[in-house]
C-alpha cells in the first residue's frame, strides 16, 4: 500500500513539474465595452486545452491568459479568440515566473 501510494505521489509530481506555465497578455480588437464582452472571452478561451486562468480587464483593455506552453500556445489562443471575431495583439508573453517578478516588482499606481 505504502509503495502504490509512493509511486502515485511521485508520478503526480513528476507530472506538474512538466509545466510550462507562461502569461499571456493581449489587447483584443474590438475593444471589450462590458461585462459581456470579457464573459464571451472568458468563456470561449477555458475550452482551450492548457489554459489554466484568464483574467479580464476592461479599463486597460487587456486579456491574461496564464496557459500550459506544453499543451497550447499563444497562436493557439489568438487563433480561438479570432474565432469569436476578436484580433489580437500581444503585449507580453513571459514564463509565469518572469510574470510574477514583475508584478511584485511594479510600483503602485498613485492616485
Keep these: 500500500m505504502k509503495q502504490t501510494l509512493f509511486i502515485l505521489l511521485t508520478s503526480l509530481l513528476m507530472m506538474a513539474g512538466g509545466k510550462d506555465l507562461r502569461v499571456l497578455v493581449?489587447?483584443?480588437?474590438?475593444q471589450m465595452h462590458c461585462e459581456s464582452c470579457e464573459n464571451k472571452i472568458?468563456?470561449?478561451?477555458?475550452?482551450?486545452k492548457?489554459?489554466?486562468k484568464i483574467e479580464t480587464d476592461?479599463?486597460?483593455q487587456t486579456v491574461t491568459v496564464t496557459y500550459d506552453g506544453t499543451k497550447t500556445t499563444k497562436e493557439n489562443i489568438q487563433t480561438a479568440l479570432?474565432?469569436?471575431g476578436y484580433d489580437t495583439k500581444i503585449l507580453s508573453d513571459r514564463t509565469k515566473s518572469d510574470h510574477d517578478k514583475t508584478t511584485q516588482n511594479a510600483k503602485p499606481a498613485h492616485k
Design 58 to 60: 476592461l479599463k486597460e
Design 50 to 52: 492548457g489554459v489554466a
Design 82 to 84: 479570432k474565432k469569436i
Design 42 to 48: 472568458k468563456k470561449n478561451l477555458r475550452f482551450e
Design 26 to 30: 493581449i489587447t483584443p480588437t474590438p
